[in-house]
């Protein structure tokens, strides 16, 4: 049977139900968002002479909900417009028109009696046929399925969206005892495919599985951060991006995340899984009932393990909470010598055998935590999961780590880990052994660029499902390569594709990755038919190598300089103009010389999640890799007849002079730094490289033409100067920005408008990409953008000199 989901009903309209309903508005689906009406008035109701039957009082709950959540930071939906496609109502005068709905999404809160109630009356009014989930975090799906009709229940399972459903991708799918395999073989497509999810089928146990060994993993952290006399500052610091963890680490996330949250989740896994081997974990330490009573439950409440303080003079201190005598004091630094180690080492996977070999606290911490961690996984095997591979799937989509158990177990080495567990006091399951004794040494293994994992009732390496779709780096890396230096690798993808994969710090593009840019071109043009530039970085890239910018302008060496950023030009100006087709795949921060590669490609196949934009003001410079001379084409492109052409070239400007950069992708189609009919968005980010790759195979077999060079780029000279001059001058009298803001927006001025021309003309792009590295150039001559390359370089964030 063939399911189209056109249209789904979210049933409560809290921070999860708002948040969810805002996703599928994300991907053009149209929502229909639910709630409870009000039992009594409102103060300003009452000041209106509202009534309890007046819509907008029925509504209230809902609407406020909604709009709260739009509202919030970061947000849950990609563009505001999208908004639209959510339409708001009452469980008592719309619950009908859920029979119109492909999909109805019960969201309420997490009290089964409750839930009940509200399937009651959904199965009233429900289409037979129709897909209803419920997203629950460990309420069992057998007890909330019961009594009910066998339509509703081959057509009911839970399915568990992480919090916030935007950001993190894991999509727990959780069957009945009656639900049909079709729905769960839907579900979990549609999450992939359509939500951008990592879907992962799991068992009708306690907490699943994400929260099963997550919550296991921080409540382990508790308790061994008293155990070890730590400070919750140096737990931070190891179970951090050392690690391949958020920067938020442990404790700043269970602040964000809400104490009261992971409370809940562990008091239940403590109530319901009391054969455990490590049930006694489960039960909170006594520094976390005082926090409760507190009510120091973290973002929410103003403190948690640290506390945000305003100084007299109005500036902002963070202090920590002591775990001893729970009170907050100033934070301490944490370093450990065994971190030291790891500094050189760019790959997360290589760090582990360093750090369980440390002599130091820090070794000994990571001794415990891995050998508890392990034996926790391997004796949930098949409790919560017959396959281990969802398990690492689970602690990568839905806690945000970059290795999953099994896959640390790996770097480590199995009979390695197996060894320090027993020298901490654990016992792996006896599965882990006889996998040893089958033969196979390690969880996973790579073959003709797919994945494999052990499966344990077939003990022997079996394929990991679904990776049709996928193209992954890390598994064709050495097997495809062409070319590679210090900057990129270039691998072939087949069919005649080439990538350029940024391996550089950062993704940053210097001289050795506009080298391989240019090598992948020259080779894709001989004997390829397209190139691809995608990474699986953590940002595609943060822009040029500032570092060596700066060191040529103090050095003073301008020739040099100018022949980099002609360099840099050129090789934009190939991405656009070679005999073969280039498609970028951006993802993440796309910055400064990430965004001028973008502008200068065939095609542009974004990551929903792409964050792009010229940024270059913040370093006292303007886009200098042809971003400014592309703007202006971009902008002269969109002039129509009898159209205010100033204006259209006004919005460019202000997208380079206010570093305007996107919330999303789709953001940047506002900006025109995407452009609506040739770049596309794509939700799933593990599948986007092998869409880049189709869309780059198809222009080549449709004929690709190379591109001529334009000379008819419209420019409107003294019209435009004279009108961006007086801008500036007037943005610089009401203080908005500083007399060195006021010297960089008047070059890019020159540039966009074709330098002083007494009128319109038409120009090539050479001759504004040379007005523009002039600009550039002149401006890396002064000391205040020196002032702020350097302090770009130093503290990570712009200066305004």
Known sequence: MKRNIK??????????????????????????????????????????????????????????????????????????????????????????????????????????????????NLEKHRTPGTLIT??????????????????????????????????????????????????????????????????????????????????FSIMSLFHMVKDMDMTIEEVDKLTGPVIGRQKSATFR??????????????????????????????????????????????????????????????????????????????????????????????????????????????????????SALFAYVSNRIPEISDDLYKIDDAMQAGFGWEHGPFQIWDAIGVEKGIKLMKEQGYEPASWVNEMI??????????????????????????????????????????????????????????????????????????????????????????????????????????????GMIFMMAVEQEYDELNMAIKYFQDTMMRMCYSSIPTVSAPHNMTLGGGCELSLHADKVVAHAETYIGLVEFGVGVIPGGGGSKEMTVRAADTFQKDDVELNRLREHFLTIGMAKVSTSAYEAYDTNILQKGKDIVVMNKDRQLAIAKQHALLMAQNGYTQPIQRTDVKVLGKQALGAF???????????????????????????????????????SEQYLLDLEREAFLSLTGERKTLERLQHMLKKGKPLRN
């Open 437 to 546: 004794d089958s033969g196979s040494k390690s969880f996973y293994s790579v073959k003709n660029g797919n994945t494999y994992y052990y499966d344990i009732p077939k003990k022997e390496q079996v394929k990991v499902p679904g990776q049709d779709a996928f193209i992954i780096l890390d598994n064709i890396r050495e097997s495809k390569e062409v070319f590679k230096n210090s900057g990129v690798v270039v691998e072939d993808l087949g069919d005649g594709i080439l990538n350029v994969e940024f391996r550089s710090k950062m993704n940053s593009i210097g001289g050795d990755v506009l080298d391989g840019i240019n090598k992948a071109i020259d080779l894709a043009e001989k004997e390829y038919q397209g190139l691809v530039v995608c990474n699986d970085g953590q940002n595609f890239s943060v822009g040029a190598n500032i």
């Open 134 to 215: 419920s997203n629950t975090s460990g309420i069992p799906i057998k007890f909330m399925s019961e009594g009910r009709s066998d339509d509703f229940q081959k057509h009911f399972c839970g399915t568990h969206f992480f919090n916030p459903p935007r950001y993190l991708r894991l999509f727990e799918i959780i069957p009945g005892p009656k639900t049909s395999p079709e729905v769960l073989d839907f579900l979990n497509g549609y999450g992939e495919k359509f939500l951008g999810k990592k879907s992962v089928v799991a068992k009708d146990t306690p907490a699943f599985i994400g929260n099963r060994v997550g919550i």
């Open 725 to 763: 001059y007086v801008g500036t001058d007037q943005m610089y009298a009401g203080k908005y920005i500083s007399e060195h803001d006021k010297k960089i927006a008047n070059k890019l001025a020159y540039v966009m408008a074709g330098g002083d021309l007494s009128g319109s003309s038409y120009v």
């Open 253 to 370: 996330t269970v602040d964000v995340v809400g104490l009261d949250t992971l409370v809940h989740v562990a008091n239940g896994l403590y109530e319901n899984v009391p054969d455990d081997e490590q049930h006694d974990l489960f039960k909170l330490p006594g520094f976390i009932d005082t926090m409760i009573e507190n009510k120091w439950l973290g973002s929410k409440t103003g403190q948690g393990f640290y506390k945000k303080e305003k100084n007299k003079d109005g500036s902002s201190n963070i202090k920590s909470l002591d775990l001893d005598t729970l009170e907050y004091r100033e934070r301490k630094s944490a370093s450990f010598s065994t971190l030291e180690l790891t500094k050189t080492i760019d790959k997360v996977a290589d760090r582990f055998e360093v750090l369980i070999n440390g002599k130091d606290k820090a070794g000994e911490f990571y001794r415990k935590n891995f």
């Open 7 to 120: 249209k789904v009903a979210v049933i409560g309209s809290g921070i999860m139900g708002s948040a969810i309903a805002c996703h599928f508005a994300n991907i053009g689906v149209e929502v229909l968002l639910l709630d409870i009406i009000p039992r009594e008035l409102n103060d300003k109701e009452k000041k209106k002479g509202l009534s309890l039957e007046d819509k907008v009082v029925r509504n209230r709950i809902v609407n406020q909900d909604l709009q709260a959540s739009l509202k919030s930071k970061p947000s849950p939906i990609y563009h505001q417009k999208f908004a639209s496609r959510i339409t708001t109502g009452n469980l008592e005068d719309d619950i009908h028109k859920v029979s119109e709905v492909d999909w109805i999404l019960e969201v309420v809160v997490e009290r089964l009696d409750i839930k009940k109630q509200v399937f009651d």
